[in-house]
């Protein structure tokens, strides 16, 4: 776990320093620790650091700049790309990893399937649609759009959920897993089709339309860093709190009934919190896959499956995971930017691969669990 | 421990189950089953393939809602939360095969998830590492205790989900065909590890079994169910045969001679 928090860690450095410009390690790491220490110099910088601003596309330094320059070795410019860009970006794509993995851990023990993950809820689909509307309609330029655009995501993804879980718990009163993944599914084709539909009928949009579904971390404020922030600690405490009722749960429904667990209670309110998260999630960074399905299998290779152990080092994995696809995504074929979520997949594939059929504590349990299923 | 005497029973009753009907939405798989088990006894529910075996465990443990009531001790078990009703009553049901890989031992210990806190700060306590243990070392598995049950094979899991059962120190077990999957050895140890199991204190057992003769020879009364229904209730030694074979289609002591016969 200790080397998970340090390789997150090195990841979060590695994520600010390279780039177009690249800053050395030392720098990162002076810069962050003069802007936490608050105090009459920080201000100081702070004043300065605007003036160094205005005038970084000129590359010119006025006095008062050189004047801090020769105080902290770290020039404005580099300071205002590590605090102003690349953390943030960062910090945004370590919270969206940590939060999709997550919810993969969550809801592969809900459903008691390896394969789930949150999309198959259908919340992905429905925050689609709900992009999808808000920009063939043209509501997402200007300053309204900015806000508009993840909140009608987040709230058509939550309302999916709901739909689902409700038709669900309609349909078969015990909300049995079967149904609530058929039922997720049929809605998640059902509203691409929608989207795809919109998209089709205003061919105008329909490029932003995509982008947006590919996900992407940039052009992003330290607002989305703190919501984000937030949430993901508050469901992580519900997660937590129902560590148990998971490692139940993943041995099935009758096992777990029979052990004493109210399971109606536990989906509804595990489900609920996952849609929160990954609706959050998707609303600031677009639908990026693949981390969510992946992250609980590597991390359970290393660490078991109990879930007081599954979720902090699944949030730290995805985390720094979906650092450096970012990374990735902006150096490899810069200076344009490859969408976040093909290079999930690209990266992620043969890496889980690797992982999964390498050597470990737990592995080769890949090829017994498929015979088990054969019988 | 045996109690021949029928009014004897009512009045040690543990578990009782009055008029029970359910099924899976459409008309009733179980239809108005009623039966007492005593304390220290076994009740073993025999009958055909698709008689309603399972569904009447489900029924009794709380998993399908029924018609009727169940209650222990004279509490009836619909009032009460899934934690309460966990610590009257346990399931063990037929084996299900887990992708998920936990140690043996982090298995057994959520069996004493009715018993512990709930929530963010829960821990163990020395008392439920006892009974893991104890658990653990009732089915012969301690010494695995740190193998993941993925590992395992089909007759070891079923002892490590036996010992769950134990752990979750319950006072009805139920149980669906335990000793499916196991070598007849470990079938003969799992019958005396439940017998002393019910034979301590205020406890009872209800069991599925598909073999005829393990089930006799285990069981103080015996359920024979058709289509749904009671079609006996009755001591054990007291079935009647020619019921027996005509409720499985098969001349039951015929085909058990039969395979005596191989070894002589």
């Known amino acids: 776990m200790f080397l998970l928090i340090m390789a997150a860690l090195a990841a979060m450095i590695l994520g600010i320093g390279l780039g177009s410009v690249s800053v050395s390690p030392g720098e990162i790491l002076e810069v962050l620790w003069e802007e936490i220490i608050p105090g009459g110099q920080a201000q100081e910088k702070a004043a300065s650091r605007e003036d160094a601003g205005v005038q970084a596309g000129a590359a010119t330094q006025t006095d008062e700049a050189a004047k801090t320059n020769a105080v902290s070795r770290v020039d404005d ?255 490899l074929a810069s200076p344009r930017e490859i969408p976040i979520g093909s290079i999930t997949a690209l990266l992620g594939a043969p890496f889980f691969l690797y992982i999964y059929f390498g050597k470990g504590k737990h592995a080769g349990k890949a090829k017994k669990a498929s015979k088990n299923a054969d019988r | 421990m045996r109690l021949h005497d029928g009014r004897e029973r009512r009045k040690k009753a543990l578990l009782k189950a009055e008029h029970i009907n359910c099924g899976y939405g459409g008309p009733p798989v179980v239809k108005d089953i009623s039966f007492q088990v005593g304390e220290g006894e076994s009740l073993c529910i025999l009958g055909p393939n698709g008689c309603g075996k399972t569904t009447l465990l489900r029924g009794l443990s709380g998993i399908l809602p029924i018609k009727g009531e169940v209650s222990v001790q004279g509490k009836d078990l619909k009032g009460m939360s899934a934690r309460q009703r966990g610590r009257k009553i346990a399931l063990m049901s037929q084996l299900a095969e887990t992708y998920f890989s936990y140690t043996v031992y982090e298995t057994v210990m959520l069996g004493r998830y009715v018993h512990q806190q709930r929530g963010l700060f829960a821990g163990r306590s020395p008392e439920d590492e006892r009974m893991v243990e104890e658990s653990l070392q009732k089915v012969g598995m301690l010494p695995q205790a740190d193998r993941l049950i993925t590992e395992l094979s089909g007759g070891q ?78 001591e054990a030694e007291n079935l009647d045969l020619a019921l027996l074979n005509r409720i499985y289609g098969l001349d039951v002591k015929a085909y058990m001679k039969d395979s005596l016969k191989r070894w002589e």
């Open chain 1, 77 to 331: 410019v580099t300071r205002t790309l590590v605090m102003n860009i690349r953390l943030p970006r960062v910090l945004l794509a370590f919270l969206v990893g940590a939060a999709m993995s997550v919810c993969g851990v969550v809801m592969q023990s809900v459903l008691k399937n390896p394969l789930a993950s949150s999309y198959g809820l259908g919340v992905s689909a429905g925050a689609g649609l709900g992009a999808a509307l808000v920009i063939v309609t043209g509501a997402a330029s200007g300053l309204l759009g900015a806000f508009l655009l993840p909140a009608v995501s987040f709230g058509f993804g939550l309302i999916t959920v709901v739909l689902v879980l409700g038709i669900a718990s309609r349909i078969d009163r015990g909300l049995s897993n079967v149904t609530i993944v058929l039922i997720g599914m049929v809605l998640s084709l059902f509203f691409t089709a929608v989207m795809n539909l919109l998209a089709t009928i205003s061919p105008t949009y329909s490029q932003r339309i995509n982008l947006w579904l590919l996900g992407s971390f940039s052009m992003k404020d330290w607002s989305s860093v703190g919501i984000l922030a937030v949430v993901l600690v508050l469901c992580l405490a519900v997660f937590a709190g129902f560590a148990r009722e998971m490692d139940i749960m993943t041995f099935g429904e009758e096992q777990a009934l029979g052990m004493g667990v109210d399971l109606k209670r536990c989906k509804w309110i595990l489900i609920g919190t996952v849609a929160v998260l990954t609706g959050t999630a998707v609303a600031f960074a677009g639908i990026i896959g693949f981390v969510d399905l992946v992250a609980p299998h590597v991390v359970r290779r290393f660490f078991g499956s109990s879930h007081r152990k599954v979720l902090p080092a699944s949030a730290l994995f995805g985390g720094a995971f979906m650092v450096l696809c970012d990374l990735a995504a902006r150096t």
């Open chain 2, 157 to 234: 899991l079923q002892r490590v989900y036996l010992a769950r059962t134990f752990a979750q120190d319950p006072q009805v077990i139920l149980l669906d065909e335990p000793t499916n999957h196991l070598d007849l050895k470990y079938q003969v140890e799992l019958v005396e590890s439940l017998k002393e199991w019910v034979g301590q204190g205020d406890r009872c057992l209800v069991g599925v079994f598909h073999d005829i003769n393990l089930a006799l020879s285990f069981a103080d009364q015996v359920l024979l169910m058709e289509d749904g229904r009671t079609a006996a209730l009755e």
